[in-house]
């Protein structure tokens, strides 16, 4: 998934979204808030999630089948 490399690897190898924002009914982008994460097989891949000055990010990926991942 993604760079095939985990998140916690960074931005020098895991695969990211930064500044992230949705359109609203009066067609406005609006950044994200209350951003929730969640990875259902944390051993083929996972994510973690921050905040800057810059907004919301998230890093992700993982290489999915391996030893530790069915």
């Given at each position: 998934?993604?760079?095939?490399?985990?998140?916690?690897?960074?931005p020098?190898?895991?695969?990211?979204?930064?500044?992230?924002?949705?359109?609203?009914?009066d067609?406005k982008?609006?950044?994200?808030?209350?951003?929730k994460?969640?990875?259902?097989?944390?051993?083929?891949?996972?994510?973690?999630?921050?905040?800057?000055?810059?907004?919301?990010?998230?890093?992700?990926?993982?290489?999915?089948?391996?030893?530790?991942?069915?």
């Amino acid at each position: 998934m993604g760079s095939g490399h985990f998140a916690n690897e960074g931005p020098s190898k895991a695969s990211y979204f930064k500044n992230m924002q949705v359109v609203n009914s009066d067609n406005k982008l609006i950044p994200l808030s209350n951003l929730k994460v969640y990875a259902t097989e944390p051993h083929c891949y996972n994510i973690i999630k921050g905040i800057n000055n810059e907004g919301n990010y998230f890093y992700y990926g993982g290489p999915g089948r391996n030893i530790k991942c069915p």
